[in-house]
Every structure is written in C-alpha cells, then in structure tokens.
C-alpha cells in the first residue's frame, strides 16, 4: 500500500459530531470551532429538528464543510432517491448502513452519481462480539467483529462506495485489504484524556487511529464537552499532527 500523503492539515481530519437537540445550540458550536475542524456531522437528532436548514448555515459559513449522517436503510429504490436529495444539499459524505442486500449499496452510490462520497456503515462502534452473538450472528463474528467489519467493507467497495466507517482498530485491516483510496472514517475516538466511560466499545486514540490510516475521525463528547472546546479540538489536531507513523 502507498504511504498516505502528508499534505492534509491536521485539522481535516477532525468531523466534529453536532450531537446536540436544536439548532441554536449548534449554532454556538459551528462558530466556535468553524475552521478548526474540517468538518460537521449532522446527525439524526439535529436533522430532523433543523432539517436542510442547518447544513445551509454550515455551508454559507464556508470554512469547515458538512458530512451528513443519515445512515440510511431501506428498499433500494427509496436509498437512491433519498441519496439524489442529499447530493442536491452540496454536503462532502452521507452515510448508508451496509446492511444485508448490496443492491441497497449500489443504489446509493447511484443516487449520490458522483456528486457526494457514500459512506457504507459496517458495525456500528457501540456493538461488541457479546452483542453480535446474542444478535445472532455467526459465532466467526462474535468472536472478531472485525471479520464482519472487513466483510461489509468489501461488500460496500464493490457497490461502488467512497468508503466505510469503522473503528480505528479496523482501519489498517481495511486499508491493507482495499487500498488506501477506499476512505475510513472513524468514531469512537478518544484522546489519552478523555473519559472512556461511555457507551463505545471499540475506542483509539486520535494518534492511533490516523496511524492505522483512518481518512478522517468522529469526535463529539472529547471536544462538545470539554471546558474550552475549541482549545480542545486544537489539542486533538496537534496529537495528530505529532503523529509520525504513517502506514505504508
């Protein structure tokens, strides 16, 4: 695999997660850290507060751009037109659960026609081994998510995906097994002063997980909750940027 290239400010790497109830609360958040990140992710709960509204004000702002976080999932002919309206709103990435018909995949990225990268989701980073068995899953994917991880990121790939989220400690296996232009956006991101008592199961560092080759990290509670957000998120793209293992 070709050494990622080192152009790419710290800060682009950052998708600060807008996981807040209304739209003047996200207002604050967006003029704080606008240009400090390189992007927002409006997730279920903003968006249908807010609706297309608050993806506008992020857009007309122009520093900082938006990935939307829908993770759709549904019959594929609904997936397609429902991908078309999200490329009309200009966004960088929207999400799509891989789920268990690729054609679902393949309608998405037919919808997004080039316009929006489509983002399959494999596992979400709150399921353990212990919920995929009780879930009925395979005991191959109980054992290591990350098989079904890597399976649903080939599954994504050949629909004609920009790339998966997955967890920091599955981007490498990705990288290595896709090619380092299939794009890993990571969650379940924590810097070494975080709190890892919340609902995240399968958590890295911000240094960890850009080593392993994520493309970009999801990072909320570490930054939103902080005393100084903004000093918080400078904090996280200099731990990036001090990271000097790159994957190769």
């Known amino acids: 695999m070709e050494p990622r290239p080192v152009d790419k400010a710290p800060r682009d790497y950052i998708i600060?997660?807008?996981?807040?109830?209304?739209?003047?609360?996200?207002?604050?958040?967006?003029?704080?850290?606008?240009?400090?990140?390189?992007?927002?992710?409006?997730?279920?709960?903003?968006?249908?507060?807010?609706?297309?509204?608050?993806?506008?004000?992020?857009?007309?702002?122009?520093?900082?751009?938006?990935?939307?976080?829908?993770?759709?999932?549904?019959?594929?002919?609904?997936?397609?037109?429902?991908?078309?309206?999200?490329?009309?709103?200009?966004?960088?990435?929207?999400?799509?659960?891989?789920?268990?018909?690729?054609?679902?995949?393949?309608?998405?990225?037919?919808g997004a026609d080039g316009r929006v990268g489509v983002l399959g989701v494999t596992v979400l980073t709150s399921v353990s081994g212990d919920h995929l068995r009780s879930a009925g899953f395979l005991p191959e994917f109980g054992d290591d998510p990350r098989s079904l991880v890597l399976k649903r990121a080939r599954m994504a790939k050949d629909a004609g995906c920009d790339g998966v989220i997955c967890s920091g400690q599955e981007a490498r296996r990705i990288k290595k097994a896709l090619g380092n232009d299939f794009k890993a956006v990571t969650p379940g991101i924590r810097p070494f002063s975080g709190n890892p008592s919340d609902d995240q199961q399968r958590v890295v560092t911000p240094a960890a997980a850009v080593a392993a080759g994520a493309d970009y990290l999801v990072i909320g509670r570490p930054i939103r909750d902080a005393q100084d957000p903004a000093a918080a998120a400078e904090r996280i793209a200099d731990e990036i940027d001090a990271c000097k293992k790159w994957p190769g």
């Not at 968006?47 to 122009?62: C, L, N, T, W, Y």
């Not at 520093?63 to 078309?84: C, G, N, Q, Y």
């Not at 309206?85 to 799509?96: E, K």
């Open 16 to 110: 600060f997660a807008l996981d807040l109830p209304g739209e003047d609360e996200a207002k604050k958040y967006i003029d704080m850290l606008s240009g400090r990140v390189g992007l927002f992710k409006v997730g279920l709960e903003l968006f249908i507060q807010s609706g297309p509204a608050i993806v506008r004000h992020i857009k007309e702002d122009g520093r900082s751009d938006v990935f939307l976080d829908l993770k759709l999932h549904d019959i594929p002919a609904t997936v397609e037109r429902a991908m078309a309206r999200i490329a009309d709103l200009g966004v960088a990435f929207a999400t799509v659960h891989c789920g268990e018909n690729p054609d679902m995949l393949k309608a998405a990225a037919a």
